[in-house]
């Protein structure tokens, strides 16, 4: 098996798989997913910059929101979730070429939500934590636009 890499040709961590995303993910990824912890990290690339040159907190935050979010619907026993809180705290910065990852952590599951933290980090450094409670939804949403209650 040889070593994956992302869109700038680096060699991307062992452990981790390319998500197969059609979606949002796929307009800013690529991303990857760790089966083993649930993180998720990309490669920062321009694409990814703000107006001074660091990783965008947009970036850094919808990084959180996928993580978080598969995690809540891990804890929530494979139903579908969604976000109704996210916060987010930038305590450093991310570079260009940086691997980033997000990992989460679920703190609790009730019978309707699911609350979770996370950090993001750079080179083993925190650079922004995250906290946010989901929703677990009780039927599938239609794929359909204004398909109409999902609770």
Excluded at 2 to 16: I, M, Q
Excluded at 21 to 35: C, K, N, S
Excluded at 39 to 47: E, L, S
Excluded at 127 to 142: D, E, F, Q, Y
Aim: hydrophobic content about 45%; aromatic content about 6%; charged content about 20%.
């Amino acid at each position: 098996m040889t070593a994956a890499s992302d869109l700038s040709g680096h060699t991307v961590p062992p452990g981790w798989e390319r998500v197969e995303d059609e979606g949002f993910i796929d307009l800013v990824g690529p991303v990857f997913q760790r089966g083993s912890d649930g993180a998720y990290a990309f490669r920062a690339a321009q694409k990814h910059a703000n107006l001074v040159g660091l990783v965008h907190g947009g970036m850094l935050t919808s990084l959180a929101d996928r993580a978080l979010g598969v995690a809540a619907m891990r804890a929530a026993d494979g139903a579908n979730c969604v976000t109704i809180e996210l916060g987010m705290q930038f305590v450093g910065a991310g570079r260009l070429g940086d691997w980033i990852e997000a990992r989460p952590e679920v703190v609790r599951r009730t019978s309707s939500l699911v609350f979770l933290r996370g950090e993001v980090t750079s080179g083993g450094a925190i650079i922004g934590t995250a906290s946010g409670i989901w929703k677990i939804l009780r039927r599938r949403p239609a794929v359909s636009a204004g398909a109409g209650d999902v609770t």
